[in-house]
Structure formats: structure tokens, C-alpha cells
């Protein structure tokens, strides 16, 4: 518990109408989208820069806990403020694109903005933001950087990290600091905006984000090959992808996926195929889109496609990619819980994590639908535990988790491709990273926030 | 002068034959691109990752310092031994190209791997790999990752942070760790391959880089672009760049460097012309190459073009780029000393830059050829002092050089677009960062090497 005397010092610096410690704030910020509740003892609502500076200089002096939050939509429980302490919630004053330079090819925004409300402003001006991470309908840019925010696009143009240039931050002593400049090439001390992104709001607050846009493709088209099984449709990702050919997109959905969505929604999808790929290709020229989709075609047919099928118009483009876009929601007919995790591998090692997801879904009696992004070899892959109030079964459902992160280790990748570590990935860290992996980190930790007042106990370090 | 009885240690932790401290060595390892001198007082070549943690580890715990050394071909003085120390040579046992992953497009080679022997390997294989530093016969790939460099294809294809996907390196205390991961998306724990990156050798000594390729693209055309003055041509560099069309490079010269370059090669460049754009595109398909240099042409031509160049075969296009190949050497008609910097602002200041340098030209009474990658607004600047024992004059020159600095600050650029800070311009470093980005340097830098024994004395970092 906060004493008054904070509230009543914290709501001094920025108004009494931005700081809150009533209930019904605090039910507001306790939860995100992994649906865990931590109330916090405050909420407060930072107008500019200064009032970020002056709250967290405060906090820093007076040890109290300050968790960044931009819209709550994060998987892994990183806007949770998991040992109490202050939300700082960007999304009221911090909502602003400042500036489209188009001579540049350069935005700058505030943390709170939304990406979708971005992608729509910078198209408007025939400009391209490629990061389109499932949630980009309302989560924000500031929520995007700290996590590293991908997407379908990312085979292509690569993820949240590819675009940002420069960050306005404040550090928990209060200093604002710049980090980044708006020119391509910059090497003048060390990386600080590179080690900000993906960072989880633990080391800084930050206040405004330079991005980097690209002239917008003047066409897409989009298609869709059959397979008749999981391993010969993850052939023809890898093989493709190293042909020389670069989709936007290339996703896949695995068999109980496909008949997921069918049954919810009745759109004539191959329910007996072992797996759908769904691809787009794009560009300024229609000679260019042919000849990539051609030798989609060609590499999907050699590795077991029965069936290609090329969206001829903006209808049939939509009516592929429904069952991409709905198959999240449509699992749910397959258990009342969902252990869903975003594990990562080099594409060549695709067929065989999902031939071994197979192997644990059988061993461990969970039905476990895949899909996802298999263009970068991100795959989301879904445990779903019938009913979650058996507590034995949902245990075993978190074991097999873990089974899965190890498969997923062992092949190279990552525990998390898009949706960080937080709270909910904290405690498979050791997994990944050795002792002198993870002491490293607790120091930069430190170099930025020795009091640890940022997100604390977040991302499995060691700060005790 | 370090004791003997160190040199006797690491002897025997290395084998005799690869620590040296004979006056040979320490003379022929003293130097690099900025021919300034300092010698270490040994000189170690770790035949591999166990010898550099042993080494580390015995050093840091004597408070040894170490300079990390790749070719020593930069030109800010980052491999000089300025405290004495062990220069750790990286040039004989780690020069190993250790894959080339075609299912997954990425290279894993070692640090000391030359930049141009690796891009011959995997354009044997249909793959390239972009950044093209002008250094790239010598330079080293880890020396590269030191430094962060970047090169002529920078304004399509990015530099070499772009590439980088994965780390191994050694910490100060000897730990070996591993960033990063062989996947597009990773965002699991911090991001310190991307800190890594550009950290001069101070943080960490890098063992084993993950790189990602491409696919080679098929198609490459030149052209050249006449302008009558030099606003124009930086008017239609940031206009055509910003109509949507890539182009791999865009790189000028300003008149004083088309004279000299002439005048050394008799060539039968335009000798009148303000200056030229020398530019080019690529892609698969013929069309595309078309349709971009057919823009090009049409935004040029808007912005005062008085001549457009397309190269009709390999030898025409060989024959554009001569000039720009050979400016850096041909410009030393102007002056006994170069002072060179690689400045770099946003696109569309690039006018207004290069109007301010003329200016301190007449005020200073320097020549001031500039020329380079105006496609991402990195700029080499050279002042040509006639002669530099001429003290008063070379401390004129320093001084103009610390204007150019500020002017290309105000215009919200980087006093390095490509060289780093290392020694040179280290000075400069408060001029463009504030005391509390200085403080966090410092900090970061104490996160990795708390005894400051790698590369101390670099970047400006306050650490005493």
C-alpha cells in the first residue's frame, strides 16, 4: 500500500484530475490480456515529458514501483503491476503523431498512438508502417517497441526493431534522454534506442518514437496451397523463402486449425488437408507479382501442394485470408483454456518441431492446433486444456508447455518471437540463458535502474 | 610496460608461438587507418573462444587492458593500444567462414573473416550479403560489428546492424555468452547483440557472428545524373528517394572532387558541373529496373538534371562509377592533410549542409571536397590543409572541423554516420550527447566491464 502523503505528492506534479487510487481505477489497470489481476496503488496520467521526469525522479527516491502501460494488450503480463506501485498510463496525453516528414520517410510519434490509427495516417499519405502485430486494431506504438511487437509482415519487412530510428526516454532518475537519430546510418556511442526496444518498460519510460516508413507497394495479391500434410506444406515454406522470392506473408494453418474455423464458420475450407499455406506478394509492378507467385507455385507443387489457388480479386484476396485472421477465436471450440505460446525456430527446423508438437500433443492427450507466421518460422502453437478447473490437467498442460519451449530451445529458437517474456515466460528463462547470460542482463538492468522501480519482477531476472 | 611475469602467464595460457612482446610486434600492431601510433606492450592471437575467456579473465582480474583488433583498418582510431596493453589480434585462428545456411539464408562465420572474401562466398552460392563498407578488401566482419559499418548500398539495403542476428562473445570476467537468435523474431530478454553491435570493443570481445543473407538480386543498372550546382542535386536526391522508388545507392561528388578525380584519371568527367549523381538499381526483372531508372531520370531531370547517363553494358557502368571509386585518393591534390569526416543528416537537410560547409570554406579558406552516400545522407566532408606542419593552419583546420560538427548536429544529424568515435572523436562526443547520455554510457559500459580493461580511453565514456 501507497502512503497518502505519495498520492498526495505525485498529485501535485500532475493534477489532481491525472492521479487516481479510487477502486474503480484500480480495477481498470489491474488486468491485461493474459486476464491476471494485480491492483496497482495508483494511476496516473503524465501530460507531457516533465510530468514523466518529475513522477518517476519521486518514485526513484522514494522506492516505489512504476509499471509503463500503453494499451494492456501484451500476452505476457508486462503492463501487470505485479508488486503494486503506480501504472503509468500513456494512452490519455501521450496519443499524438507529431510529425509525417515525407521528405524523409520518417514519423514521429508519442507512445500512446495506436498502430492501426498510424498505419491508416501514414497510407493516407501513400507511405508504409509494415509492423502489423494481431493486436495493431488497439494496441499501441510505445507497447509495440517495448515488446518488439511482430507480426505477418515481418518475412518481408521484418519487425518493431527494424523501423524504429530514435526514442525520446526517461530514465528512473528522472534524466530525459535521446537515444537514436533520423538518419539511416548513425554510429555515435553506444546503441541505447536498440537495447529500449524489446525491453519491456524496465529500463526506461519512453516518451516519442521516430520510425522509419517505406513508399507503399502499389499492388498485392494473395494465394493459397493445399497440402495433405503438416511436414510437406513446412517444406515448401523454407524452400521457397530460400528461393529468392520474399512474400509479405507466408502463414499456415494446421489441420485442427482449418477445421476449427470451418466449423465456426461454414467457408468450404479443405478440411482433410494436413495443412493450408496462405501467401501475399507485393510491388510496384504486376510483371513482378507474377513471376513471384509463379515460382510460389512451382516450389509449393514440388513439395506436395495439391491444390494452388491465386486470389483474383480484392474479394477472393479477403476470402483467403478469413480463415487466417479468425482461426485465434475459432479454437476455442477445442477447450475452455488456451496455453498459447509464440515459440520461434529457423525455418528448415519447422517440420521437425511440429512433427515433435505432434509426438507431445499425443503424449500428453492435449488437442494442440498450430498456425502462424511460418515465414519467419514463428508459430503459434496452442495447448488447449478442456476444463481448466480440473487443476491436475491444467497442470499437465503447462508441463507439456514447457516440453514444448525445450523442443523449441533445442532446434534453435526462441521462447518468444513476438510476445516477450513478462511475467508468464519469466520462469522458463533458464531454459534459454545461462547463469552468466542472465547475470549479464541483471546488470544492464541495474545500469539503468538501480532501484529497481521500473516493472519489476518482470522477465526472470535475478534482481532478488 | 606490463611485467613480464604476465607475458609469461598468458604464454602459457595461448602457447609461446601467439604471445608476442617483441619490439616487432608491438610496432607492426601500433597503428591502423588513422596512422596515428601507440604501441601495446604484447600482442596475443587467441587460437579460439577458450583462450579468449582465459585471457580476459586474467586480465581483468590484473587490471590488464585489451584492444580487440580486426584488420585495424578504421579510421577513428578504435584498435589503437592508447593505454598500452594486450592488443588481442583476432586475424589468425579466427578467420573461418563456419556455415552458410541456404535453407535459412544466414552465415555463421568468425570475427576476423575479411567483408569481401565472405561476399565472394556467398555470391558463389545466388546469395549476397549488403553492407559494402569502402574498406570491405581488408576490413573485417567483426571489426565491422565493432564499428557498426555501412557503405554505399546502405540507402536500400541498410548497414551491417541490419545483418546482424546473433552474437558469441566474451566478457571482460572471461563468461561466455551467447545474443541473439537465428530467427527474424526474438524477444526474449534483452536485446544485447543489438548493444553489441557499434560498442567499439568496449563491452565485450565478439567470437562467432550469425549473419542473415539475402537472395543475390539478378539485375543491376547504373546511371549518371549532371547537375549545374550542387543544391539541385541534393534537391533531387531526397526527392527522388522520397517518390518511392530504392535505389541501391545514390552517391555524389561536389565539383572540387570530379576536378581532382579528373585531373588524376583524365576520364572526361564534367568538369563544370556543380555535381554529379552516380546511382543504381536492382531487382530480378528488367521492368523494374526500367520503370525505377525512368522515375529517376523524370525526378532528376525536375530537379535541374542538365544530363542523365544510363549504362549500357558493364563496362559503361564500370566507367560511371570510376570517379567515385577513386575520389578519396585523387582528392589529395588539394592538400597535403586530410582532415575527413563522415557526417550524416535526414535526406532533405543534405541542400542546406552542403551550403553551410561552402561557407566555412571561404571562411575558414580550406578547400573542402565533399562527396558519399547522399542516398542516406552520410556526407564525407575532407578539409585539405595545404600543409600541416604548419601548426597554426592544422589547428584552423581542427576548427573548422568542430563547426561542421555542430552544423550537422543543429541539422539534427550525427557527428558519424560510418567511423565510429573511437579516439578522434572522442572530443566532439559533448557536443552532440548530454551529461546525463554521457552518465548512462558510462553506465552501460560498467554493466560489461566494471574494471574498464576493454578498449578504455575510447568514445569519450567518462569513466576517469
Redesign the interface.
Known sequence: MLHKRHIQAIKQMVGIENCYDDKAHLVAYCYDATRERYEPDAVVFPRNEQDVSAVLSYCNDQKISIIPRGAGSGFTGGALPVRGGIVLAMERYFNKILEI??????ARVQPGVVNKAFQEAVEAR?LFYPPDPASQDYSTLGGNVS??A?GMR??KY??T??YVMALRAV?PNG?????G????????????A??L???EGS?AVITEITLKL???PKLTRSAMGVFNDIESAMNAV??S??????PVAMEFLDNLSIRAVEEKFHKGLPTDAGAILITQVD???S??LD?ALSILEQRFKENGCTHFKIAQDEQEAADLWFARRNVSQSITIYGKKKLNEDI?????ALPELLSRIMELSKQYGFKIPCFG?TG???VHVNVMVPDPSDVENLKKGYECIEEIFKVAIAL??????????GLS?APF?RL???E??M???A??????DPNNILNPGK?GLCME
Do not use: C, W
Open positions: 516528414d515525407e521528405k524523409n520517410l520518417i501513400g515488446e518488439n511482430g515481418a518475412a521484418g519487425i526493431k527494424d530514465l534524466d530525459i534522454i535521446r537515444a537519430k533520423k538518419t539511416i546510418k548513425d554510429v555515435a556511442g553506444f546503441n541505447v536498440g537495447i526496444i524489446a525491453s529500463l517505406i513508399a507503399k523454407y524452400k523463402m530460400a528461393s529468392g522470392v520474399t510491388g510496384d509492378l510483371e513482378q513471376s520461434t525456430v529457423p525455418r528448415s507466421h519467419d518460422g514463428n534453435e529458437g526462441t521462447l518468444s518471437g513476438e510476445h516477450g517474456i515466460k528463462m534459454a540463458f545461462s552468466a547470460e547475470n549479464l542482463f546488470n544492464i538492468k541495474k545500469a539503468f522477465m
